[in-house]
């Protein structure tokens, strides 16, 4: 009965490591879509204040990507890990070789584009976590820019980018 209970216990375990964490992907949206400009015209996201458990590297995987692919950056066997879908984008954070939480999102409904930082391009430790948002248009569509703070200077061209009325009504 022991070996039962710990096999099912277990299962549970894995199948919580296994889901997009769904409130945060909710806290993430609600803070980069919030009205809450600065006076240079972009919002700051801080990956750390929005996240309730402890990680010390977030990575950002974007289209369609295997488990082995996210093995082979990350370095971490990931028995519970899914593949990213095509069209749509995941942020994974890891608590050493461990991977603690992920969110999936479609990029058409969520069209965040997350930018690369020099040399810790799609790689973000905890103590660079925080993040410069505004809108932008690109392909005529308005996206999300979600640039590591330390980057903005590198990107602020962006901030002036936008749609025309005509090319968003389509």
Known sequence: MRKIFLFVFAVFVLAGCSDSNKALL??????????????????????????????????????????VDIEAETGVKWESGSDVAEGHNRLLFMKGNEVVSFVDYYADEFPLQVMGCNKDRWIYPHSRSTFASFKYCLNDKEVYAFVPQPCLENMKELINRKCDDKAQAE
């Open 26 to 67: 909710e806290k993430l949206r609600t803070a980069v879509e919030a009205d809450n400009k600065n006076a240079q015209g972009y919002t700051i996201v801080d990956m750390g204040s929005l996240t309730d458990f402890d990680w010390d590297k977030m990575y950002f995987f974007q289209g369609k990507q295997t488990v």
